[in-house]
């Protein structure tokens, strides 16, 4: 089973994963965590040109490129053989990630960026996408009082963001037998059981 976490800034996702796995494997579930991007040698060097807040000269379509190619490294090394061996996946974001923030965020064609993806990932797609949705005021003031990393993405105005996070919701309405909504404003001890349900309804 391949799972994904997606959210806008401040959503709480990466800090609920660990909580989440080991939830699983007392399932009796073997599970690898991992992110994106990242999750290899290679992805991880993307993810500091990515994110390095000296990059602010990348344009969105170096921006897409980039992240599909660490994606595509990170598929064929390490999801797949995972899945093959009959492990659950956890994703910290995946390809939603690209239509929510380069596709919605940058008004960029989502046909054109389904395509990039489904290149990249092999047509590879998530069994059951977790949206820890939350307000973009809320979330980064979240990020800020956490002392939380800032990124090169985190950087971009409000305006961006609220278009990522509608775009995220857009998403999820449309394909809802794969979306679950976790409303990440209410208690980390909430947002987990409520994440651990929708993993166990789909589970069994």
Same mark, same amino acid.
């Given at each position: 089973?391949?799972?994904?976490?997606?959210?806008?800034?401040?959503?709480?996702?990466?800090?609920?994963?660990?909580?989440?796995?080991?939830?699983?494997?007392?399932?009796?579930?073997? !599970?690898? !965590?991992?992110?994106?991007?990242?999750?290899?040698?290679?992805?991880?060097?993307?993810?500091? %040109?990515?994110?390095?807040?000296?990059?602010?000269?990348?344009?969105?379509?170096?921006?897409?490129?980039?992240? #599909?190619?660490?994606?595509?490294?990170?598929?064929?090394?390490?999801?797949?053989?995972?899945?093959?061996?009959?492990?659950?996946?956890?994703? @910290?974001?995946?390809?939603?990630?690209?239509?929510?923030?380069?596709?919605?965020?940058? @008004?960029?064609?989502?046909?054109?960026? #389904?395509?990039? !993806?489904?290149?990249?990932?092999?047509?590879?797609?998530?069994?059951?996408?977790?949206?820890?949705?939350?307000? %973009?005021?809320?979330?980064?003031?979240?990020? %800020?009082?956490?002392?939380?990393?800032?990124?090169?993405?985190?950087?971009?105005?409000?305006?961006?963001?609220?278009? %990522?996070?509608?775009?995220?919701?857009?998403?999820?309405?449309?394909?809802?037998?794969?979306?679950?909504?976790?409303?990440?404003?209410?208690?980390?001890?909430?947002?987990?059981?409520?994440?651990?349900?929708?993993?166990? @309804?789909?589970?069994?």
């Amino acid at each position: 089973m391949f799972i994904t976490l997606e959210g806008p800034e401040g959503s709480g996702k990466t800090s609920q994963i660990p909580a989440l796995s080991a939830f699983i494997c007392t399932r009796g579930y073997d !599970v690898l !965590v991992t992110r994106e991007p990242g999750g290899t040698d290679v992805g991880d060097q993307i993810r500091e %040109v990515l994110m390095n807040l000296k990059n602010v000269s990348i344009v969105p379509r170096t921006e897409i490129l980039l992240f #599909q190619a660490a994606r595509a490294q990170h598929v064929e090394e390490v999801i797949r053989p995972a899945l093959a061996a009959g492990k659950v996946v956890i994703c @910290d974001r995946f390809g939603d990630s690209t239509l929510a923030y380069q596709g919605y965020g940058h @008004d960029t064609d989502l046909e054109k960026l #389904q395509y990039l !993806v489904n290149y990249a990932t092999g047509g590879l797609r998530p069994d059951l996408t977790l949206l820890l949705d939350i307000p %973009v005021k809320d979330g980064l003031k979240r990020k %800020v009082d956490n002392d939380s990393e800032w990124n090169r993405l985190d950087a971009y105005a409000e305006a961006f963001h609220r278009r %990522v996070r509608q775009g995220y919701l857009t998403l999820a309405a449309a394909e809802p037998e794969r979306w679950a909504i976790i409303d990440a404003t209410r208690d980390k001890k909430q947002v987990q059981k409520l994440m651990q349900q929708a993993v166990l @309804d789909r589970l069994s």
